[in-house]
């Protein structure tokens, strides 16, 4: 049961992302953890993340008890990272945190997770359960974790994330009035007047001409 607790997520999240994918040549099972981590390690180095994601599924099913998983996972994390694939990244850090995550480990991983969130952010107008479960994951870092050294990047994330809420409410208090839904219309006019950034001189995010008409 537990291996497939770390296998069936794994294998819905490659499905998803790597349908067309070839399969694994056949002589590739039944190796030792060294072999898989050795080969994710080289796959990662070849910029060939599908196949680092492939070779760790047949790791965590070959090898469940296996001590590399840990840094594999955490490996796996910085690559997706690196590459702008944020919702690999978190399905890594997930897991990690789910078989790995202790005292001596949360802290960095947490701060993982925070940053790799708030990267994702490649537009302003999207994704608002994120941008506001993101805010909540920032704050209670910083109640958690007083003394931390990622402290201060955490809080300077919190502070564009609490920008980016305020502009997004802005936006769909004006979408609800140029709709004729006044009544949402003010729920967020008052989110935006009460907002402690509403006298604060900001440089709204400039959205190409071609995006700005979906907006």
Request: proline share 5%.
């Amino acid at each position: 049961m537990r291996a497939f607790s770390i296998l069936a997520p794994a294998a819905v999240v490659l499905i998803l992302m790597s349908g067309c994918s070839q399969k694994e040549p056949q002589e590739l099972y039944n190796k030792p953890a060294l072999f898989w981590y050795e080969q994710i390690v080289k796959d990662i180095k070849g910029q060939d993340l599908e196949s680092a994601d492939l070779h760790f599924t047949s790791m965590a099913s070959e090898h469940v008890a296996s001590p590399l998983l840990k840094e594999t996972m955490l490996i796996l994390a910085h690559a997706h990272i690196r590459d702008e694939a944020y919702a690999m990244a978190n399905f890594y850090l997930d897991e990690y945190i789910k078989r790995f995550g202790d005292s001596s480990n949360m802290e960095y991983v947490s701060f993982l997770k925070i940053r790799a969130n708030f990267a994702s952010f490649a537009y302003p107008n999207r994704n608002q359960q994120l941008l506001l479960d993101t805010i909540e994951d920032t704050k209670s870092f910083v109640r958690r974790y007083p003394n931390s050294p990622y402290r201060p990047m955490v809080e300077t994330i919190l502070t564009k994330m609490q920008l980016g809420e305020f502009y997004l409410n802005q936006e769909i208090a004006s979408l609800y009035e140029r709709t004729g839904k006044e009544e949402s219309a003010a729920v967020y006019r008052e989110l935006v007047e009460k907002s402690p950034l509403n006298k604060a001189k900001m440089i709204k995010p400039k959205i190409p001409w071609y995006r700005a008409i979906f907006e």
